[in-house]
């Protein structure tokens, strides 16, 4: 996947990436109208599809709200890579299939509007405008067959068929 | 393996005599929980999964609170498909309004909770009930139409803190106090994806309802739970609500920790939040002159009978500055009949506030109390974070009960002392 990458800081809520007063419908169309709104207005038009997150540390804090990884997937965001993510939204976007990746090299130094290139299942980060190169953190083997089909409820299927 | 007991209630729940962290285990768990937000999508979910029945009727827990009474027409149809959900598969635990009230305040009041037991609730605030000695945490709605499919979730077993509180609480600060000072020194991300144990001689003098207080903002450091060792306390609160026993853990001696924190809170003031992380931390002497444009005294984190107690003492007999909206929510309906009881209702209203029926409403900025812009409000609620509570551009200052109710009668941010 190649992408544009779109900076934003540390302590990103899931306030700022998908505000509650749209909470009252969980349609990834609907929320993906309002993803990162509170951070930035006019984001969602200004990005296209396939674009990146790169944030810092403690991305996705606050909120279970599922609907924030779902509004950011929706929207077209390709992978949010971070130098760190809290908690649930970790889990949330493995369960839901929004590719995450904890590489605190390429957040540092990944500038708003380089062009990036990911390839999720060997967790390799390309700054193509700077030419750099970065690893990401592997997912444990359990979580990578989560990825691999795609979300939680496509591997329970799978496990239970 | 010397333990600690969150690692002994994730070890007994996962069959196994010992956990470390970083394992990955796949735990039972005792109790599913899902509000009028959450519960839609992992509902969706859940009928994806292809199973035909729930793991266990009465071990779901459906609690409309978000935005209810339905505040449109979208959240009503939220409700209505839980509502449905729960006849179709004949889930016991469905909280019509009425018997409803704030999932955190309503669950333990219930004496759905037991020390030992192992909860996750597709609301981040569900580690409140560490408080009674339970593990509990947050997931998301995927999580939470799996464990209702299934009665599992994975976990990776979580590094170990503990917080060691001494000395003796000072007048007006309160258990609020304790979290957030806590949060202001650890940082919003200081106990990310670890557990939070509190200890200590100050925690030992915590009423039940204070530590509960607590252990619902361990998420607001990113900790994946907060928990108390049970004592006399834990067991009377148990006691009478009839919650049963359960299984009673204690950390081991010679259990290691990542971190041991250890503060005397002796000199300690009550703590206000400034916008726009609740690790912004500043005792009130030190707050300077903020106006508030309104405060609300509720939520998941301080509307217990407690709290309402508590702002009554500053509100009698008083009356709320004309350039504020005072809204007083109470998190249960018996914590409301309670009020009425002891004559508390009757103060709020007396003194010009705003009682309203059970719901997180302005909490999250969903409804009953939402911010313009511009607009300031202090509350007893646990997030402070851009357009929490209404327009972007409005602000939240976080404090406990006593502050918020003397800021209300002041007109801006004050200790009760100063009234």
Redesign the interface.
Known sequence: MKGKAWKFGN?I?T??II???Y????DPAELAKYAM???D?EWVDKMNKGDFIVAG??FG???????AP?ALKAAGVSAIIAK?F???FY??SI??GLPILEAPQAAEEIKEGDEVEVDIAAGEIKNLTSGKSYKAQPF?E??QKIVDRG???NY??SR?K | MAQTISQKILAKHAGLKSVEPGQLISCKVDLVLGNDITAPPAIKEFEKIGVSKVFDKKKIYLVPDHFTPAKDIKSAEQVKMMRHFAQKYGIVNFFEIGCMGVEHALLPEMGAIKPGDLIIGADSHTCTYGALGAFSTGVGSTDMAAGMATGEVWFKVPEQLKFVYHGKLPKWVEAKDLILYTIGQIGVDGARYMSMEFTGPAIDTLSVEGRLTMANMAIEAGGKNGIFAVDAKTEAYLKKVKAGKGLVYRSDADAEYKEIYEWDISKIEPQVSFPHLPSNTKPVSQCGSVKIDQSVIGSCTNGRIEDMRVAAKILKGKKVNKAVRLIILPATQKIELQMMKEGLTEIFIKAGAAVSTPTCGPCLGGHMGILAEGERSIATTNRNFVGRMGHPKSEVYLSNVAVAAASAVAGRIVSPAAL
């Open positions: 302590n809520d306030d700022l505000p509650a007063r909470l009252n419908t969980s709104m509170d951070a207005a540390d403690n804090c606050g909120s279970s709200r599922e609907h779902v760190s809290a908690r649930i889990r949330n369960n839901i444990p359990f979580m979300g939680l409820i329970l299927k239970t």
